[in-house]
């Protein structure tokens, strides 16, 4: 997580791109993340809250769609290094554990009430739902910090949220995650003397279908209490001869970096090293 292009912005920062932020006049039946974003007049941007905030990357994607990120929580010291040096100044990078965050107290601290924040977002650590890692799901300290987002959510009560997690989590052991985290967004919440609840969907993408040179795909569970749906859209990119514009290459995105310089003595010496190192050991 200490690459500001992360997972979460592929896939999401072309979509938000496409989004109109546009407020004003919206029907909560409507269908698209910006229309979630309920209640504000179009010269106020839509605010939203940064959960496992990493490097960046999809905060960036937010901001770049129009949201006013007020808070980005994260925990590993040289991440927020990173958040401090290229987040807007609006944004407050708090550096502390998630489980140490409380939502009355952050909404007290940022002067908003419960039920003001548009969306909250993030990315719950997924070491243990990836393929990669061994799979421990719930059970593992780093899988529970699926419920900590969820807390959050619940304490805060935004209009939308947004959680990205590796695709794996899709299927891990017959969809209990999936079933985990959206029954918990499904439980009623006591608020101004009525009760509400988050209505969930979800879908794995693929970032390569959203105009970026690389197949990258993440599962996207989407939230709102608005009483509206949410649809997912539509791929603009695909396989050449199809309707859509082409799949973005590598190519593509190299062609325009200036010539690279020719390589010093030093480059020239270390790779003859590693060349010898690979001829020896196979790596």
Same mark, same amino acid.
């Not at 929580?73 to 401090?84: M, N």
């Not at 999936?178 to 006591?190: Q, R």
């Not at 003397?193 to 989407?222: K, Y």
């Given at each position: 997580?200490?690459?500001?292009?992360? @997972?979460?912005?592929?896939?999401?920062?072309?979509?938000?791109?496409?989004?109109?932020?546009?407020?004003?006049?919206?029907?909560?039946?409507?269908?698209?993340?910006?229309?979630?974003?309920?209640?504000?007049?179009?010269?106020?941007?839509?605010?939203?809250?940064?959960?496992?905030?990493?490097?960046?990357?999809?905060?960036?994607?937010?901001?770049?769609?129009?949201? $006013?990120?007020?808070?980005? %929580?994260?925990?590993?010291?040289?991440?927020?290094?990173?958040? $401090?040096?290229?987040?807007?100044?609006?944004?407050?990078?708090?550096?502390?554990? %998630?489980?140490?965050?409380?939502?009355?107290?952050?909404?007290?601290?940022?002067?908003?009430?419960?039920?003001?924040?548009?969306?909250?977002?993030?990315?719950?650590?997924?070491?243990?739902?990836?393929?990669?890692?061994?799979?421990?799901?719930?059970?593992?300290?780093?899988?529970?910090?699926?419920?900590?987002?969820?807390?959050?959510?619940?304490?805060?009560?935004?209009?939308?949220?947004?959680?990205?997690?590796?695709?794996?989590?899709?299927?891990?052991?017959?969809?209990?995650?999936?079933?985990?985290?959206?029954?918990?967004?499904?439980?009623?919440?006591?608020?101004?003397?009525?009760?509400?609840?988050? @209505?969930?969907?979800?879908?794995?993408?693929?970032?390569?279908?959203?105009?970026?040179?690389?197949? $990258?795909?993440?599962?996207?569970?989407?939230?709102?209490?608005?009483?509206?749906?949410?649809?997912?859209?539509?791929?603009?990119?695909?396989?050449?001869?199809?309707?859509?514009?082409?799949?973005?290459? @590598?190519?593509?995105?190299?062609?325009?970096?200036?010539?690279?310089?020719?390589?010093?003595?030093?480059?020239?010496?270390? @790779?003859?090293? %590693?060349?010898?190192?690979?001829?020896?050991?196979?790596?």
């Amino acid at each position: 997580m200490c690459a500001v292009t992360t @997972s979460a912005t592929t896939v999401f920062l072309p979509m938000l791109k496409r989004c109109k932020v546009e407020v004003r006049n919206i029907r909560p039946a409507r269908s698209t993340l910006c229309q979630l974003n309920m209640t504000r007049r179009s010269t106020i941007r839509p605010t939203a809250i940064s959960l496992f905030s990493g490097a960046g990357g999809m905060d960036i994607g937010f901001e770049r769609a129009g949201f $006013r990120t007020l808070a980005a %929580i994260e925990k590993d010291p040289s991440c927020c290094k990173t958040l $401090r040096e290229n987040l807007p100044v609006h944004t407050r990078v708090i550096e502390a554990d %998630i489980r140490d965050i409380k939502g009355d107290d952050l909404l007290s601290d940022l002067g908003l009430e419960r039920g003001e924040v548009d969306v909250i977002y993030g990315g719950p650590p997924c070491q243990s739902f990836s393929l990669a890692g061994k799979r421990r799901g719930l059970e593992d300290e780093r899988g529970m910090l699926v419920g900590e987002f969820i807390r959050l959510v619940h304490e805060i009560l935004p209009r939308s949220f947004v959680m990205e997690n590796v695709k794996g989590m899709a299927n891990w052991e017959g969809g209990r995650v999936l079933e985990f985290i959206e029954e918990s967004f499904a439980d009623p919440i006591i608020w101004k003397g009525r009760q509400v609840h988050f @209505s969930t969907t979800h879908r794995v993408l693929d970032a390569a279908d959203f105009g970026v040179a690389q197949h $990258r795909e993440r599962i996207f569970i989407v939230g709102n209490r608005m009483a509206g749906s949410f649809k997912f859209p539509a791929p603009t990119h695909g396989a050449s001869g199809s309707i859509l514009s082409p799949f973005v290459t @590598s190519g593509d995105v190299l062609a325009v970096l200036p010539d690279a310089a020719a390589p010093s003595e030093v480059a020239l010496r270390v @790779s003859g090293t %590693i060349k010898a190192r690979i001829a020896a050991h196979g790596y």
